[in-house]
Protein backbone atom coordinates (compact mmCIF):
# COMPACT_ATOMS: atom_id res chain seq x y z
CA UNK A 1 0.00 0.00 0.00
CA UNK A 2 3.35 2.74 0.99
CA UNK A 3 4.39 2.20 -2.08
CA UNK A 4 1.30 2.15 -4.59
CA UNK A 5 1.02 4.93 -6.66
CA UNK A 6 -2.49 5.96 -5.44
CA UNK A 7 -0.84 6.13 -1.95
CA UNK A 8 2.06 8.34 -3.26
CA UNK A 9 -0.17 10.81 -5.29
CA UNK A 10 -2.48 11.62 -1.93
CA UNK A 11 0.56 11.68 0.02
CA UNK A 12 1.85 14.13 -2.03
CA UNK A 13 -1.26 16.51 -2.97
CA UNK A 14 -1.88 16.10 0.82
CA UNK A 15 1.58 17.38 1.65
CA UNK A 16 1.38 20.21 -0.72
CA UNK A 17 -2.13 21.28 0.57
CA UNK A 18 -0.33 21.25 4.43
CA UNK A 19 2.51 23.05 3.02
CA UNK A 20 0.56 25.73 1.69
CA UNK A 21 -2.05 26.41 4.85
CA UNK A 22 1.56 26.35 6.85
CA UNK A 23 2.81 29.08 4.44
CA UNK A 24 -0.03 30.86 4.36
CA UNK A 25 -0.28 31.00 8.87
CA UNK A 26 3.16 31.99 8.97
CA UNK A 27 2.65 34.88 5.97
CA UNK A 28 0.23 35.97 8.06
CA UNK A 29 1.89 36.11 11.68
CA UNK A 30 4.58 37.67 9.77
CA UNK A 31 3.46 40.69 7.91
CA UNK A 32 -0.16 41.00 8.11
CA UNK A 33 0.03 43.53 10.69
CA UNK A 34 2.92 45.23 8.93
CA UNK A 35 0.72 44.70 5.89
CA UNK A 36 -2.51 46.11 7.44
CA UNK A 37 -0.70 49.53 9.14
CA UNK A 38 0.70 50.45 5.50
CA UNK A 39 -2.67 49.99 3.76
CA UNK A 40 -3.98 52.23 6.47
CA UNK A 41 -1.65 54.50 5.94
CA UNK A 42 -2.05 54.39 2.08
CA UNK A 43 -5.95 54.91 2.56
CA UNK A 44 -5.63 57.79 4.60
CA UNK A 45 -3.20 59.65 1.93
CA UNK A 46 -5.72 59.06 -1.12
CA UNK A 47 -8.35 60.23 1.32
CA UNK A 48 -6.37 63.37 2.09
CA UNK A 49 -5.98 63.74 -2.08
CA UNK A 50 -9.28 63.96 -2.38
CA UNK A 51 -10.37 66.53 -0.07
CA UNK A 52 -7.48 68.90 -0.87
CA UNK A 53 -9.18 68.13 -4.34
CA UNK A 54 -12.09 68.84 -2.60
CA UNK A 55 -11.52 71.58 -1.21
CA UNK A 56 -10.28 73.37 -4.20
CA UNK A 57 -13.04 72.48 -6.43
CA UNK A 58 -15.74 73.89 -4.42
CA UNK A 59 -13.18 76.76 -3.57
CA UNK A 60 -14.58 75.59 0.61
CA UNK A 61 -11.15 77.54 1.32
CA UNK A 62 -13.35 80.85 0.68
CA UNK A 63 -16.30 80.31 2.50
CA UNK A 64 -16.37 82.99 5.78
CA UNK A 65 -18.49 81.05 7.96
CA UNK A 66 -19.20 76.80 7.93
CA UNK A 67 -22.52 77.01 7.86
CA UNK A 68 -22.45 78.28 4.61
CA UNK A 69 -21.74 74.55 2.99
CA UNK A 70 -24.17 73.73 0.74
CA UNK A 71 -25.69 70.29 0.42
CA UNK A 72 -23.91 69.16 -2.75
CA UNK A 73 -20.85 69.89 -0.97
CA UNK A 74 -21.87 68.15 2.26
CA UNK A 75 -22.62 65.47 0.38
CA UNK A 76 -19.69 65.20 -1.68
CA UNK A 77 -17.45 65.00 1.79
CA UNK A 78 -19.46 62.19 3.38
CA UNK A 79 -19.03 60.07 0.47
CA UNK A 80 -15.44 60.53 1.25
CA UNK A 81 -15.72 60.04 4.21
CA UNK A 82 -18.33 56.73 3.89
CA UNK A 83 -16.32 54.95 1.35
CA UNK A 84 -13.59 55.22 3.31
CA UNK A 85 -14.40 54.85 6.80
CA UNK A 86 -12.49 58.01 8.47
CA UNK A 87 -13.49 61.32 10.10
CA UNK A 88 -12.61 64.23 8.51
CA UNK A 89 -12.12 67.49 10.07
CA UNK A 90 -11.47 70.70 8.09
CA UNK A 91 -9.83 74.10 9.92
CA UNK A 92 -10.12 77.14 9.06
CA UNK A 93 -8.73 79.91 11.65
CA UNK A 94 -10.66 79.71 14.43
CA UNK A 95 -13.57 77.26 13.07
CA UNK A 96 -13.26 73.87 12.53
CA UNK A 97 -15.87 71.72 10.48
CA UNK A 98 -16.14 67.97 11.26
CA UNK A 99 -17.64 64.91 9.44
CA UNK A 100 -18.08 61.85 10.88
CA UNK A 101 -18.74 58.81 8.99
CA UNK A 102 -21.12 57.19 11.69
CA UNK A 103 -23.60 59.65 11.20
CA UNK A 104 -25.83 59.94 7.81
CA UNK A 105 -26.58 63.03 5.76
CA UNK A 106 -26.15 66.86 7.15
CA UNK A 107 -25.69 65.36 10.63
CA UNK A 108 -22.40 64.13 9.47
CA UNK A 109 -21.51 67.86 9.82
CA UNK A 110 -20.69 69.55 13.44
CA UNK A 111 -19.98 73.25 13.54
CA UNK A 112 -18.13 75.06 16.40
CA UNK A 113 -15.85 78.19 17.18
CA UNK A 114 -13.16 77.12 19.43
CA UNK A 115 -9.33 78.55 19.18
CA UNK A 116 -8.17 74.83 20.28
CA UNK A 117 -8.99 71.47 19.11
CA UNK A 118 -8.81 68.61 21.27
CA UNK A 119 -6.92 65.60 20.16
CA UNK A 120 -5.81 67.27 17.02
CA UNK A 121 -2.38 68.28 18.58
CA UNK A 122 -0.27 64.62 18.40
CA UNK A 123 0.63 64.14 22.08
CA UNK A 124 -2.55 66.00 24.06
CA UNK A 125 -4.23 63.28 25.92
CA UNK A 126 -2.33 60.65 23.64
CA UNK A 127 0.10 58.01 24.63
CA UNK A 128 2.32 55.68 22.43
CA UNK A 129 2.83 58.39 19.84
CA UNK A 130 4.62 56.99 16.57
CA UNK A 131 5.33 58.46 13.21
CA UNK A 132 4.46 56.42 10.36
CA UNK A 133 4.81 58.27 7.25
CA UNK A 134 5.92 62.21 6.48
CA UNK A 135 5.93 63.67 3.11
CA UNK A 136 6.60 67.76 4.04
CA UNK A 137 2.83 68.34 3.12
CA UNK A 138 1.08 65.90 5.93
CA UNK A 139 2.18 63.37 8.60
CA UNK A 140 0.59 60.23 9.95
CA UNK A 141 1.13 59.27 13.34
CA UNK A 142 -0.18 56.06 15.16
CA UNK A 143 -0.91 56.78 18.47
CA UNK A 144 -3.17 55.07 21.21
CA UNK A 145 -6.05 57.84 22.74
CA UNK A 146 -6.18 57.55 26.60
CA UNK A 147 -9.26 59.95 26.52
CA UNK A 148 -11.36 57.15 24.09
CA UNK A 149 -8.96 54.31 25.34
CA UNK A 150 -8.67 53.23 21.44
CA UNK A 151 -6.12 52.78 18.31
CA UNK A 152 -5.90 55.48 16.03
CA UNK A 153 -4.21 56.22 12.91
CA UNK A 154 -4.52 60.10 12.38
CA UNK A 155 -3.14 62.38 9.40
CA UNK A 156 -2.86 65.89 9.70
CA UNK A 157 -1.80 68.25 6.90
CA UNK A 158 -1.48 72.34 5.93
CA UNK A 159 -2.51 73.10 2.86
CA UNK A 160 -1.10 76.65 0.92
CA UNK A 161 -4.25 78.47 1.55
CA UNK A 162 -3.93 77.45 5.41
CA UNK A 163 -6.91 75.48 5.45
CA UNK A 164 -5.83 72.56 8.14
CA UNK A 165 -7.32 68.96 7.48
CA UNK A 166 -6.71 66.58 9.78
CA UNK A 167 -8.26 62.73 9.17
CA UNK A 168 -9.01 60.49 11.64
CA UNK A 169 -9.64 56.40 11.52
CA UNK A 170 -10.19 53.83 13.81
CA UNK A 171 -6.74 51.32 14.14
CA UNK A 172 -7.67 48.15 15.91
CA UNK A 173 -4.94 45.98 17.72
CA UNK A 174 -3.64 44.56 14.70
CA UNK A 175 -2.20 41.70 17.13
CA UNK A 176 -5.77 40.66 18.19
CA UNK A 177 -7.06 40.80 14.30
CA UNK A 178 -3.76 38.89 13.49
CA UNK A 179 -4.17 35.90 16.11
CA UNK A 180 -7.88 35.94 15.74
CA UNK A 181 -7.39 35.52 11.42
CA UNK A 182 -4.32 33.20 12.56
CA UNK A 183 -6.33 30.54 14.59
CA UNK A 184 -9.58 30.78 12.07
CA UNK A 185 -6.95 30.00 9.40
CA UNK A 186 -5.39 27.18 11.11
CA UNK A 187 -8.57 25.78 12.43
CA UNK A 188 -9.72 25.84 8.45
CA UNK A 189 -6.92 24.57 6.88
CA UNK A 190 -6.98 21.69 9.81
CA UNK A 191 -10.47 20.92 8.06
CA UNK A 192 -9.68 21.34 4.27
CA UNK A 193 -6.66 19.27 5.47
CA UNK A 194 -8.57 16.29 6.44
CA UNK A 195 -11.23 16.81 3.99
CA UNK A 196 -9.18 17.37 0.64
CA UNK A 197 -7.16 14.05 1.97
CA UNK A 198 -10.49 12.13 1.79
CA UNK A 199 -11.18 13.41 -1.41
CA UNK A 200 -7.83 13.36 -3.16
CA UNK A 201 -7.64 9.43 -1.79
CA UNK A 202 -11.23 8.91 -3.92
CA UNK A 203 -10.50 11.21 -7.07
CA UNK A 204 -6.64 9.43 -7.27
CA UNK A 205 -8.30 5.95 -7.73
CA UNK A 206 -10.08 7.42 -10.89
CA UNK A 207 -5.94 7.64 -11.89
CA UNK A 208 -4.47 4.51 -10.31
CA UNK A 209 -6.97 2.27 -11.79
CA UNK A 210 -6.72 2.77 -15.71
CA UNK A 211 -3.03 2.70 -14.42
CA UNK A 212 -3.45 -0.77 -12.71
CA UNK A 213 -5.52 -1.77 -15.74
CA UNK A 214 -2.39 -1.39 -18.02
CA UNK A 215 -0.06 -3.11 -15.68
CA UNK A 216 -2.53 -6.24 -15.81
CA UNK A 217 -2.03 -6.00 -19.37
CA UNK A 218 1.53 -5.51 -19.51
CA UNK A 219 1.80 -8.88 -17.40
CA UNK A 220 -0.79 -10.64 -19.94
CA UNK A 221 1.60 -9.57 -22.89
CA UNK A 222 4.67 -10.48 -20.96
CA UNK A 223 2.78 -14.12 -21.06
CA UNK A 224 1.93 -14.04 -24.60
CA UNK A 225 -1.38 -13.46 -24.08
CA UNK A 226 -2.10 -10.65 -26.95
CA UNK A 227 -6.35 -10.86 -26.60
CA UNK A 228 -6.83 -8.48 -23.35
CA UNK A 229 -6.53 -4.71 -24.90
CA UNK A 230 -7.11 -1.47 -23.29
CA UNK A 231 -11.01 0.23 -23.33
CA UNK A 232 -10.09 3.15 -21.83
CA UNK A 233 -11.93 6.03 -23.82
CA UNK A 234 -10.60 9.38 -22.20
CA UNK A 235 -8.50 11.71 -24.68
CA UNK A 236 -5.77 11.96 -21.72
CA UNK A 237 -1.97 10.95 -21.62
CA UNK A 238 -3.14 7.10 -19.95
CA UNK A 239 -5.47 6.70 -22.56
CA UNK A 240 -2.67 7.66 -25.61
CA UNK A 241 -0.01 5.01 -23.17
CA UNK A 242 -2.95 2.42 -23.35
CA UNK A 243 -3.69 2.96 -27.18
CA UNK A 244 0.22 2.51 -27.97
CA UNK A 245 0.44 -0.53 -25.94
CA UNK A 246 -2.50 -1.97 -27.64
CA UNK A 247 -1.01 -1.54 -31.28
CA UNK A 248 2.19 -2.83 -29.27
CA UNK A 249 0.36 -6.12 -28.70
CA UNK A 250 -0.75 -6.51 -32.14
CA UNK A 251 2.58 -5.86 -33.37
CA UNK A 252 4.19 -7.78 -31.04
CA UNK A 253 1.55 -10.80 -31.81
CA UNK A 254 2.14 -10.02 -35.72
CA UNK A 255 6.52 -10.73 -35.19
CA UNK A 256 6.13 -13.41 -32.82
CA UNK A 257 3.74 -15.05 -35.36
CA UNK A 258 6.24 -14.30 -37.60
CA UNK A 259 9.16 -15.57 -35.73
CA UNK A 260 7.40 -18.83 -35.02
CA UNK A 261 6.72 -19.27 -39.06
CA UNK A 262 10.47 -19.07 -39.73
CA UNK A 263 11.56 -20.87 -36.86
CA UNK A 264 9.48 -23.70 -37.66
CA UNK A 265 11.23 -22.91 -41.46
CA UNK A 266 14.18 -23.21 -39.85
CA UNK A 267 13.71 -26.40 -37.63
CA UNK A 268 12.30 -27.88 -40.91
CA UNK A 269 15.44 -26.89 -42.81
CA UNK A 270 17.70 -28.51 -40.12
CA UNK A 271 15.16 -31.59 -40.40
CA UNK A 272 16.11 -31.79 -43.96
CA UNK A 273 19.32 -30.66 -43.84
CA UNK A 274 20.02 -34.02 -41.33
CA UNK A 275 17.89 -36.25 -43.23
CA UNK A 276 19.74 -35.31 -46.59
CA UNK A 277 23.25 -36.14 -44.00
CA UNK A 278 21.70 -39.19 -43.19
CA UNK A 279 20.40 -39.69 -46.52
CA UNK A 280 24.30 -38.80 -48.19
CA UNK A 281 25.95 -41.07 -45.40
CA UNK A 282 23.43 -44.08 -46.53
CA UNK A 283 23.42 -43.18 -50.27
CA UNK A 284 27.56 -43.72 -49.72
CA UNK A 285 27.43 -46.39 -47.79
CA UNK A 286 24.69 -48.02 -49.63
CA UNK A 287 26.80 -47.77 -52.75
CA UNK A 288 30.02 -49.31 -51.16
CA UNK A 289 28.33 -52.03 -50.34
CA UNK A 290 27.00 -52.44 -54.06
CA UNK A 291 29.87 -52.39 -55.34
CA UNK A 292 31.67 -54.06 -52.65
CA UNK A 293 31.02 -57.80 -53.64
CA UNK A 294 31.12 -57.48 -57.31
CA UNK A 295 33.93 -55.48 -57.23
CA UNK A 296 35.68 -58.16 -54.85
CA UNK A 297 34.65 -61.41 -56.78
CA UNK A 298 35.38 -59.48 -60.30
CA UNK A 299 39.04 -59.07 -58.46
CA UNK A 300 39.59 -62.76 -57.00
CA UNK A 301 38.60 -64.27 -60.07
CA UNK A 302 40.34 -62.65 -62.26
CA UNK A 303 43.23 -63.19 -59.74
CA UNK A 304 42.27 -66.94 -60.19
CA UNK A 305 42.56 -66.41 -64.20
CA UNK A 306 46.24 -65.03 -64.03
CA UNK A 307 47.23 -67.60 -61.26
CA UNK A 308 46.23 -70.29 -63.39
CA UNK A 309 44.40 -72.05 -60.73
CA UNK A 310 42.35 -74.11 -63.15
CA UNK A 311 43.95 -75.15 -66.45
CA UNK A 312 40.44 -76.84 -67.48
CA UNK A 313 38.63 -74.43 -70.23
CA UNK A 314 35.70 -74.96 -68.78
CA UNK A 315 37.16 -73.35 -65.21
CA UNK A 316 38.35 -70.69 -67.03
CA UNK A 317 35.27 -70.64 -68.78
CA UNK A 318 32.88 -70.07 -65.43
CA UNK A 319 35.82 -67.17 -64.05
CA UNK A 320 34.70 -65.35 -66.91
CA UNK A 321 31.18 -65.45 -67.03
CA UNK A 322 31.30 -64.77 -63.53
CA UNK A 323 33.43 -61.97 -64.17
CA UNK A 324 31.19 -60.41 -67.07
CA UNK A 325 27.77 -61.08 -64.82
CA UNK A 326 29.15 -58.56 -61.87
CA UNK A 327 30.38 -56.23 -64.32
CA UNK A 328 26.92 -56.05 -66.03
CA UNK A 329 25.30 -55.50 -61.88
CA UNK A 330 27.97 -52.95 -61.71
CA UNK A 331 26.72 -51.23 -65.38
CA UNK A 332 23.24 -51.76 -64.34
CA UNK A 333 23.24 -50.31 -60.97
CA UNK A 334 25.68 -47.29 -61.85
CA UNK A 335 22.54 -46.55 -65.06
CA UNK A 336 20.42 -46.74 -62.73
CA UNK A 337 21.85 -44.54 -60.38
CA UNK A 338 22.37 -41.90 -63.59
CA UNK A 339 18.76 -42.16 -64.24
CA UNK A 340 17.49 -41.29 -60.87
CA UNK A 341 19.93 -38.27 -60.83
CA UNK A 342 18.30 -36.93 -63.67
CA UNK A 343 14.51 -37.36 -62.67
CA UNK A 344 15.68 -35.85 -59.17
CA UNK A 345 17.26 -32.63 -61.17
CA UNK A 346 14.69 -32.20 -63.49
CA UNK A 347 17.32 -32.87 -65.62
CA UNK A 348 15.13 -35.57 -68.02
CA UNK A 349 12.54 -34.06 -70.13
CA UNK A 350 9.29 -35.31 -70.18
CA UNK A 351 7.61 -36.32 -73.62
CA UNK A 352 3.59 -36.57 -73.21
CA UNK A 353 2.36 -38.80 -75.82
CA UNK A 354 -1.20 -40.61 -76.21
CA UNK A 355 -0.67 -44.54 -75.68
CA UNK A 356 -2.65 -47.69 -75.10
CA UNK A 357 -1.29 -48.93 -72.09
CA UNK A 358 -3.05 -52.41 -72.44
CA UNK A 359 -0.22 -52.31 -75.35
CA UNK A 360 2.47 -51.67 -73.23
CA UNK A 361 1.62 -54.05 -70.45
CA UNK A 362 1.80 -56.50 -72.71
CA UNK A 363 4.44 -55.78 -74.18
CA UNK A 364 6.36 -56.08 -70.98
CA UNK A 365 4.89 -59.44 -69.85
CA UNK A 366 5.78 -60.84 -73.18
CA UNK A 367 9.58 -59.62 -72.26
CA UNK A 368 9.47 -61.28 -69.22
CA UNK A 369 7.66 -64.45 -70.25
CA UNK A 370 10.53 -67.01 -70.04
CA UNK A 371 10.86 -65.54 -65.97
CA UNK A 372 7.62 -66.54 -65.77
CA UNK A 373 7.76 -70.20 -67.45
CA UNK A 374 10.76 -70.67 -64.66
CA UNK A 375 9.06 -69.81 -61.66
CA UNK A 376 5.81 -71.36 -62.29
CA UNK A 377 4.05 -67.81 -61.67
CA UNK A 378 0.05 -67.27 -62.92
CA UNK A 379 0.09 -64.06 -63.99
CA UNK A 380 -3.36 -62.26 -64.69
CA UNK A 381 -4.27 -60.03 -66.78
CA UNK A 382 -7.44 -59.25 -68.21
CA UNK A 383 -7.93 -56.28 -70.03
CA UNK A 384 -8.90 -57.12 -74.04
CA UNK A 385 -9.66 -53.12 -75.18
CA UNK A 386 -7.49 -50.40 -75.56
CA UNK A 387 -6.89 -48.06 -72.44
CA UNK A 388 -5.32 -44.42 -73.26
CA UNK A 389 -3.61 -42.52 -71.28
CA UNK A 390 -1.21 -39.15 -71.41
CA UNK A 391 2.79 -39.89 -70.12
CA UNK A 392 5.63 -40.20 -71.30
CA UNK A 393 5.37 -43.70 -72.72
CA UNK A 394 9.43 -44.52 -71.41
CA UNK A 395 9.44 -43.78 -68.35
CA UNK A 396 6.07 -45.15 -67.46
CA UNK A 397 7.72 -48.41 -69.19
CA UNK A 398 10.23 -48.11 -66.50
CA UNK A 399 7.62 -48.02 -64.14
CA UNK A 400 5.59 -50.98 -64.52
CA UNK A 401 8.55 -53.03 -65.45
CA UNK A 402 10.03 -52.43 -62.23
CA UNK A 403 6.37 -53.10 -60.38
CA UNK A 404 6.36 -56.23 -62.61
CA UNK A 405 9.86 -57.48 -61.79
CA UNK A 406 9.36 -56.90 -57.87
CA UNK A 407 6.09 -58.98 -58.21
CA UNK A 408 7.95 -62.16 -59.59
CA UNK A 409 11.15 -61.97 -57.70
CA UNK A 410 9.14 -61.46 -54.92
CA UNK A 411 6.49 -64.13 -55.45
CA UNK A 412 5.29 -66.75 -53.38
CA UNK A 413 2.28 -69.12 -52.27
CA UNK A 414 0.01 -69.56 -54.77
CA UNK A 415 2.84 -68.44 -56.99
CA UNK A 416 0.12 -65.31 -58.78
CA UNK A 417 0.96 -61.96 -60.25
CA UNK A 418 -2.06 -59.79 -61.15
CA UNK A 419 -1.90 -56.84 -62.80
CA UNK A 420 -5.29 -54.48 -63.13
CA UNK A 421 -6.45 -51.39 -64.58
CA UNK A 422 -9.04 -49.70 -62.29
CA UNK A 423 -10.84 -46.64 -63.52
CA UNK A 424 -11.27 -43.07 -61.68
CA UNK A 425 -12.49 -39.65 -62.84
CA UNK A 426 -9.80 -38.80 -64.56
CA UNK A 427 -7.39 -40.54 -63.95
CA UNK A 428 -6.38 -44.68 -64.58
CA UNK A 429 -4.92 -46.60 -61.75
CA UNK A 430 -2.49 -49.44 -62.89
CA UNK A 431 -2.05 -52.03 -59.83
CA UNK A 432 0.57 -54.80 -60.15
CA UNK A 433 -0.49 -57.63 -57.23
CA UNK A 434 1.64 -60.57 -56.07
CA UNK A 435 1.17 -63.16 -53.44
CA UNK A 436 3.85 -63.84 -50.61
CA UNK A 437 5.09 -62.36 -48.03
CA UNK A 438 3.42 -58.75 -46.57
CA UNK A 439 6.02 -55.67 -46.36
CA UNK A 440 6.46 -54.91 -42.42
CA UNK A 441 3.83 -52.11 -41.96
CA UNK A 442 6.42 -49.63 -40.27
CA UNK A 443 8.39 -50.34 -43.44
CA UNK A 444 5.77 -49.13 -45.78
CA UNK A 445 7.17 -46.01 -46.53
CA UNK A 446 10.81 -46.74 -46.81
CA UNK A 447 10.28 -48.77 -49.57
CA UNK A 448 11.00 -45.81 -51.50
CA UNK A 449 14.24 -44.33 -50.44
CA UNK A 450 17.57 -45.52 -52.65
CA UNK A 451 19.05 -48.68 -51.41
CA UNK A 452 16.78 -49.76 -49.03
CA UNK A 453 15.65 -53.47 -49.20
CA UNK A 454 13.02 -55.28 -47.20
CA UNK A 455 15.21 -58.73 -47.22
CA UNK A 456 19.05 -57.64 -48.09
CA UNK A 457 19.90 -61.33 -48.58
CA UNK A 458 17.00 -62.52 -50.84
CA UNK A 459 17.23 -59.50 -53.20
CA UNK A 460 20.85 -60.44 -53.39
CA UNK A 461 19.89 -63.66 -55.07
CA UNK A 462 18.39 -62.04 -58.28
CA UNK A 463 20.69 -59.18 -58.45
CA UNK A 464 18.29 -56.38 -56.95
CA UNK A 465 19.90 -53.20 -56.09
CA UNK A 466 17.12 -51.23 -54.05
CA UNK A 467 17.37 -48.28 -56.73
CA UNK A 468 13.91 -49.47 -59.09
CA UNK A 469 11.47 -47.62 -56.57
CA UNK A 470 13.15 -44.69 -55.85
CA UNK A 471 13.26 -44.38 -59.69
CA UNK A 472 8.92 -45.27 -59.82
CA UNK A 473 8.67 -42.13 -57.23
CA UNK A 474 11.15 -39.58 -59.26
CA UNK A 475 9.09 -40.44 -62.50
CA UNK A 476 5.65 -40.54 -60.89
CA UNK A 477 6.66 -37.02 -59.31
CA UNK A 478 7.90 -35.56 -62.13
CA UNK A 479 4.27 -36.50 -64.10
CA UNK A 480 2.58 -34.61 -60.91
CA UNK A 481 0.67 -38.19 -60.16
CA UNK A 482 0.66 -40.26 -57.06
CA UNK A 483 2.32 -44.00 -56.20
CA UNK A 484 2.14 -46.16 -53.60
CA UNK A 485 2.14 -49.74 -52.15
CA UNK A 486 -0.99 -51.36 -50.32
CA UNK A 487 -0.77 -55.00 -48.15
CA UNK A 488 -3.15 -57.06 -48.64
CA UNK A 489 -4.24 -60.30 -46.69
CA UNK A 490 -2.10 -62.67 -49.03
CA UNK A 491 0.37 -60.55 -50.81
CA UNK A 492 1.37 -56.79 -51.56
CA UNK A 493 0.36 -54.21 -54.32
CA UNK A 494 1.95 -51.51 -55.36
CA UNK A 495 0.38 -49.26 -58.04
CA UNK A 496 0.37 -45.70 -60.25
CA UNK A 497 -1.75 -43.06 -61.38
CA UNK A 498 -1.81 -41.75 -65.04
CA UNK A 499 -3.56 -39.46 -66.82
CA UNK A 500 -6.85 -39.84 -68.83
CA UNK A 501 -7.40 -36.97 -70.17
CA UNK A 502 -5.15 -34.09 -71.68
CA UNK A 503 -4.31 -31.47 -68.70
Known amino acids: MRHSLRFKITFILVACMAMMILLCWILNKSFLEDYYRQTKVSMLGSSYEEVKKLILEEQIDQIEQISEFTEEQIDR ?19 IASLNSSKTARDRM ?33 QYDKRQEANYIDLYGVMENEVEIFIRTSYES ?44 SKKMSELDFDVKYKGKTRDEISLLGNSMNELSERLEKTISELKSVNNELQS ?32 YAEGLEDNINDDAESRQFYCDVIIDE ?17 EFGQNQIELARFDVVALIRSILQSVDILVKQKQVRVIFDAADPVYVWADEYMIEEVITNYV ?21 DVVRVAVYNTGERIPQEELDKVWIKFYKVDKARTREYGGSGIGLSIVRAIMASH ?24
Not at 79 to 95: H, Q, R
Not at 270 to 281: F, T, V
Open 77 to 95: LNEVCSGNNIDVYIIKGYW
Open 110 to 142: TYSRITYVYGINPGYGIADVQRLYSNGEYDVYS
Open 174 to 217: IQESAAIANRFLAYVGGAVAVLGSVIIFFVSRNFTKPVLELADI
Open 269 to 300: DIQNKIQIDEMRKDFLSNVTHELKTPIALIQG
Open 327 to 343: AQKMNKMVKKLLTLNQL
Open 405 to 425: SNALNHVSGANIVEIKLIHKK
Open 480 to 503: NRECGVVNHESGVEFWCELDAHVV
